[in-house]
């Protein structure tokens, strides 16, 4: 019977978004694997693109963590697992602490995680320790490990803002402000570390900051010093399979996956697998064809950013026409679904053809036209997920079902929709697909799209 297993744990949280929470959980992560440590680290709500830098930080798939969306008993599986495993566990929070439903202090608490605090504190003194304090004490049994300013721009402030705390044992050092720590970002996120990899600059960057955090009380911490942090992890229920092991036995999914198509959670792989497919990836951008499958999986990224080169790929288009017209599934989400329509419009006012399997069009916007956890209801079970887009659809198709919004959000009233045509079904929608593994079954089984 498994036990409870003690692993050093920390929570990496802030006040607000674009503190600084994924560099210095990058940074923490590489340090510490750099010294040859076990390093697991998670990531609190859907996000697909802080994980690729904090898997390159610390060399192991990192996965999400969410009491709606991954469920409770999915995150103290994943958390009991790695404490199996790991020297340090690493959390990385979303927005500010206590913002959303849940939050990241929700998440703290049930686990009994320590909070590390990130303050940007370029543009304050005084107020440092205020926020410091105020952090620790808006909500009763919240345990705090302490604060890191970071964008400081001296020695000299670092001092005052050191000054400020009113329990001196709080403070965890301080980054001073550096350009080359900044991970670079575009309108949906991070820029995914596997484009800057190619030449070393990925890994020059976390470098960098593990290199400027070594200077920190935090950075400083060995693995005695690290019990202060141990948590005891739960072993979890055992789960009760929702849809049989063997549903997708004998069927293998095509999973586009380039620099086009990259939103894709490393569970849902696994969920996958674990349903029985075979898993093929290929690339839209690079490939003339499609390997050999019996259903396509085409996940969210950027086709916005290679419009041209999706356009240019006549091949690839053809080849996706043919897997539609043999009427074997296809499921699209987000970025998927826009090149499945006929014309993409990107912000500059440029249009290019795309694959023309659904009719309509899409354009990109400036500003964002959606955001929030959702639900999909489908035949077999209830998926959770997320939406957050920049562009907008039309279409004369009629939305064969919606979106509703999670518990406590309020989203637009009709929801997200849910395109079907012959055997394709596609949404702006992002699934987990292990909250309902049976309806996930269903989206790639030929016989449900009958």
């Known amino acids: 019977m498994q036990t409870a297993i003690r692993c050093p744990a920390i929570l990496i949280a802030a006040p607000a978004s674009g503190q600084g929470k994924t560099t210095v959980a990058c940074a923490l992560a590489r340090l510490h694997a750099r010294q040859g440590r076990r390093v697991r680290v998670f990531k609190c709500g859907p996000d697909f693109l802080d994980p ?6 610390s060399g192991a798939a990192v996965h999400q963590l969410d009491l709606w969306m991954t469920g409770e008993a999915d995150c103290a ?7 199996q495993n790991a020297d340090l566990i690493i959390v990385e929070g979303v927005m500010g602490l206590f913002d959303g439903q849940p939050s990241a202090a929700d998440l703290a608490q049930r686990f009994g995680l320590p909070v590390l605090a990130v303050i940007d504190a370029g543009a304050m003194a005084g107020t440092f320790g205020a926020l410091a304090w105020g952090l620790q004490s808006y909500r009763e049994g919240l345990r705090l490990a302490g604060v890191l300013a970071n964008r400081v721009a001296s020695e000299a402030h670092a001092g005052m803002l050191e000054d400020s705390l009113r329990d001196p044992a709080q403070w965890q050092g301080a980054l001073l402000r550096d350009a080359a720590l900044t991970l670079p970002e575009r309108h949906l996120g991070l820029v995914v ?3 800057l990899a190619r030449g070393g600059e990925a890994l020059q960057r976390l470098d960098a900051a593990a290199d400027a955090l070594a200077g920190t009380k935090l ?3 060995d693995m005695a010093a690290l019990q ?7 072993a979890p229920d055992p789960l009760t399979p929702a849809f049989p092991a063997g549903a997708l ?3 293998t999914i095509a999973v586009a996956r380039d620099a086009a198509f990259c939103f894709i959670y490393a569970a849902n792989l696994d969920c996958l697998q674990d349903l029985g497919a075979q898993l093929a990836f290929f690339s839209p951008l690079a490939d003339s064809e499609l390997p050999p499958c ?3 999986w085409l996940p969210g990224g950027y086709p916005e950013l290679h419009a041209p080169a999706l356009a240019a790929n006549s091949a690839m288009k053809a080849a996706i026409t043919r897997h539609v017209q043999a009427g074997k599934p296809v499921w699209a989400e987000c970025g998927g679904m826009m090149a499945l329509f006929e014309q993409l419009t990107v912000v500059d006012g440029s249009s290019y053809p795309m694959w023309g399997v659904l009719p309509g069009s899409v354009a990109m916007q400036k500003r964002l036209a959606a955001l929030g956890p959702q639900a999909l209801d489908l035949a077999g079970g209830s998926l959770r997920g997320h939406t957050f887009h920049y562009s907008t659809c039309t279409s004369p198709l009629t939305a064969a079902g919606r979106t509703r919004p999670a518990p406590g959000r309020k989203v637009r009233a009709e929801g997200e929709a849910l395109y079907a045509s012959g055997s394709v079904k596609a949404s702006y929608f992002h699934a987990w697909f292990s909250s309902s593994p049976a309806a996930t079954a269903r989206l790639f089984l030929k016989d449900s799209h009958d």
């Open 52 to 57: 690729y830098w904090l898997a390159l930080a």
């Open 249 to 251: 036995q004998g069927k």
């Open 219 to 221: 950075g400083q911490m």
């Open 228 to 234: 202060a942090w141990a948590v005891a992890f739960e």
């Open 294 to 296: 019996d259903a396509l």
């Open 193 to 195: 570390a596997s484009e």
């Open 77 to 83: 599986r994943r958390l009991h697992e790695a404490a």
